[in-house]
């Protein structure tokens, strides 16, 4: 990898992008308000148009959290709340972006269900979790596989490790997409063995989020990468104007090699990940490694992407790994790999920890570094807890977005008094994207319990039952919990101004 001369000039490009954001916002501000205090005539059009915004607001099946943003800001502030909603929810860009998906969705579904369907199975075996099975293979279209073999990784490193081998053995291709992606030691092992592979004919892409890696990789990485013989390709660039858009990032990781092993989770390619670099405390992470069919499903959710980001036409079938003989790997229980997209009208991540929370008899145990709920999620997982079930949320100690942790630490009275037992990684961030119920089913992956995960980004997660990787990640949740300080409803007493704060914060959880 390359020193870092470049890093002046990405914090001047940078800067600059960021300074032409602002000065758009701040003109189109000034602009309306002198309207508004010179001509009596605009400012009353303004405020029956943000009266007719908020009527069809309410009409709307928007989230209850977002659409009390939306009404507070048209109502209390309607020179910023109008044009705000006209960027962000009236954009022809966002429609393209959705019709665009749509195709490719429709486009994959075959390559999806290439694997001998196992859907009337797994409904009869998954009992009162056949429902997932349903929702995710009839309506969403991520069909349940079986001969796969599942391991979980719960760190950083140990993920690391495993991925290095893995890549190793590639002999066809390499696919990559992380949201986050920064030169160092951890990125420097992978690019050397995919430096290699290239050269040796192997097909090697790298796909990466431009928000993600903002502040951490040169403008022509891309350029570098390609002159390696790496195919690459930005995420939705980030851009100097204005667009809803720069709201929907690429926050999927997934690792394919050759089709029959792939990753997903929580780990990110940048140093902090595998604590080569300390930013937080001690990082807690995880990952999930899957072997056989599963695995192709992965790699089918890279390829849409791909083709969505590269504009490009592509060939699934081509990819798939066994043309002439069956898939070897024998049976871990089900399977299912899924991916979310903020453009459609499905939240299929939130669906699926609806799912589990409303299934779970004995035990839900959760592990998200984020915990900013709508009242829907928030009443499911308190109901859960006034059922009789032991359900327990490890949160972070340490806070990577100060205000985003404030925000958490408000939801822990409510869930507290609910009978959920909530635990702060002591000294340390937990990063883990992990549900576990009931000793049989499982998820790990890409998605935050949060507005931005749920709604607004590209996210991923593998749904397991019956599989190895569930014990597995029971084991580490409950090692896990050594390293952790309970929270009591003592520890979140607060002073009004404070609690008043933490409110106001609730109030935008939506934006952050």
């Given at each position: 990898?390359?020193?870092?001369?470049?890093?002046?000039?990405?914090?001047?490009?940078?800067?600059?992008?960021?300074?032409?954001?602002?000065?758009?916002?701040?003109?189109?501000?000034?602009?309306?308000?002198?309207?508004?205090?010179?001509?009596?005539?605009f400012s009353l059009a303004m405020q029956l148009v943000?009266?007719?915004?908020?009527?069809?607001?309410?009409?709307?099946?928007?989230?209850?959290?977002?659409?009390?943003?939306?009404?507070?800001?048209?109502l209390a502030f309607p020179i910023i709340g109008i044009?705000?909603?006209?960027?962000?929810?009236?954009?022809?860009?966002?429609?393209?972006?959705?019709?665009?998906?749509?195709?490719?969705?429709?486009?994959?579904?075959?390559?999806?269900?290439?694997?001998?369907?196992?859907?009337?199975?797994?409904?009869?075996?998954?009992?009162?979790?056949?429902?997932?099975?349903?929702?995710?293979?009839?309506?969403?279209?991520?069909?349940?596989?079986?001969?796969?073999?599942?391991?979980?990784?719960?760190?950083?490193?140990?993920?690391?490790?495993?991925?290095?081998?893995?890549?190793?053995?590639?002999?066809?291709?390499?696919?990559?997409?992380?949201?986050?992606?920064?030169?160092?030691?951890?990125?420097?092992?992978?690019?050397?063995?995919?430096?290699?592979?290239?050269?040796?004919?192997?097909?090697?892409?790298?796909?990466?989020?431009?928000?993600?890696?903002?502040?951490?990789?040169?403008?022509?990485?891309?350029?570098?990468?390609?002159?390696?013989?790496?195919?690459?390709?930005?995420?939705?660039?980030?851009?100097?104007?204005?667009?809803?858009?720069?709201?929907?990032?690429?926050?999927?990781?997934?690792?394919?090699?050759?089709?029959?092993?792939?990753?997903?989770?929580?780990?990110?390619?940048?140093?902090?990940?595998?604590?080569?670099?300390?930013?937080?405390?001690?990082?807690?992470?995880?990952?999930?490694?899957?072997?056989?069919?599963?695995?192709?499903?992965?790699?089918?959710?890279?390829?849409?992407?791909?083709?969505?980001?590269?504009?490009?036409?592509?060939?699934?079938?081509?990819?798939?790994?066994?043309?002439?003989?069956?898939?070897?790997?024998?049976?871990?229980?089900?399977?299912?790999?899924?991916?979310?997209?903020?453009?459609?009208?499905?939240n299929v991540c939130e669906h699926v920890y609806m799912?589990?929370?409303?299934?779970?008899?004995?035990?839900?145990?959760?592990?998200?570094?984020?915990?900013?709920?709508?009242?829907?999620?928030?009443?499911?997982?308190?109901?859960?807890?006034?059922?009789?079930?032991?359900?327990?949320?490890?949160?972070?100690?340490?806070?990577?977005?100060?205000?985003?942790?404030?925000?958490?630490?408000?939801?822990?009275?409510?869930?507290?008094?609910?009978?959920?037992?909530?635990?702060?990684?002591?000294?340390?961030?937990?990063?883990?994207?992990?549900?576990?119920?009931?000793?049989?089913?499982?998820?790990?992956?890409?998605?935050?319990?949060?507005?931005?995960?749920?709604?607004?980004?590209?996210?991923?997660?593998?749904?397991?039952?019956?599989?190895?990787?569930?014990?597995?990640?029971?084991?580490?949740?409950?090692?896990?919990?050594?390293?952790?300080?309970?929270?009591?409803?003592?520890?979140?007493?607060?002073?009004?101004?404070?609690?008043?704060?933490?409110?106001?914060?609730?109030?935008?959880?939506?934006?952050?």
């Open positions: 990898m390359r020193k870092k001369p470049w890093l002046r000039r990405l914090l001047i490009r940078r800067a600059v992008i960021s300074l032409l954001l602002l000065a758009q916002v701040i003109f189109i501000i000034n602009l309306l308000f002198g309207q508004a205090l010179t001509n009596g005539w943000s009266l007719f915004l908020v009527l069809r607001i309410v009409n709307t099946r928007e989230k209850p959290g977002y659409r009390v943003v939306w009404i507070v800001l048209l044009p705000l909603y006209f960027l962000f929810r009236v954009q022809s860009d966002t429609k393209k972006l959705d019709r665009r998906i749509r195709e490719l969705e429709i486009k994959a579904r075959p390559s999806l269900a290439l694997n001998p369907p196992c859907s009337a199975e797994a409904k009869a075996a998954c009992g009162e979790h056949s429902n997932t099975v349903g929702y995710l293979g009839d309506y969403a279209h991520f069909p349940v596989c079986r001969h796969t073999q599942t391991r979980f990784c719960p760190t950083g490193e140990e993920f690391y490790e495993s991925m290095l081998r893995d890549l190793e053995t590639a002999e066809h291709y390499i696919f990559l997409e992380y949201f986050i992606v920064n030169e160092g030691e951890m990125f420097s092992g992978i690019f050397d063995i995919l430096r290699r592979k290239a050269a040796e004919g192997v097909d090697v892409r790298l796909l990466y989020d431009d928000m993600g890696c903002f502040l951490s990789l040169p403008a022509d990485f891309d350029r570098m990468l390609e002159e390696n013989g790496i195919k690459a390709s930005v995420f939705n660039p980030f851009t100097p104007f204005l667009s809803a858009m720069q709201n929907n990032r690429d926050h999927r990781k997934i690792c394919s090699v050759d089709g029959r092993i792939a990753y997903t989770g929580g780990v990110n390619l940048a140093d902090e990940y595998i604590n080569r670099k300390e930013r937080f405390g001690h990082w807690k992470d995880s990952a999930i490694r899957l072997e056989g069919e599963a695995a192709w499903n992965m790699t089918v959710i890279f390829l849409e992407q791909w083709e969505l980001t590269r504009h490009v036409k592509e060939d699934y079938m081509r990819f798939y790994p066994w043309h002439s003989e069956p898939c070897p790997n024998g049976d871990d229980g089900f399977v299912i790999p899924y991916a979310d997209s903020p453009v459609d009208e499905d799912q589990m929370i409303n299934s779970a008899r004995r035990y839900l145990y959760i592990c998200s570094p984020y915990l900013i709920v709508d009242d829907t999620l928030a009443s499911a997982i308190s109901l859960c807890a006034k059922s009789g079930v032991d359900v327990r949320i490890i949160t972070p100690d340490k806070a990577d977005k100060r205000f985003v942790h404030f925000t958490t630490q408000s939801y822990y009275r409510q869930f507290i008094r609910s009978g959920v037992r909530i635990y702060q990684y002591s000294g340390g961030f937990m990063h883990s994207k992990t549900f576990v119920s009931d000793d049989v089913v499982a998820t790990v992956g890409t998605a935050n319990l949060d507005y931005r995960s749920l709604y607004l980004h590209f996210e991923d997660c593998v749904w397991m039952y019956g599989s190895r990787a569930v014990a597995e990640v029971k084991d580490d949740f409950l090692k896990t919990l050594e390293r952790c300080r309970e929270m009591h409803e003592a520890n979140c007493s607060c002073s009004g101004i404070k609690r008043l704060w933490q409110e106001i914060l609730r109030l935008f959880g939506p934006l952050m």
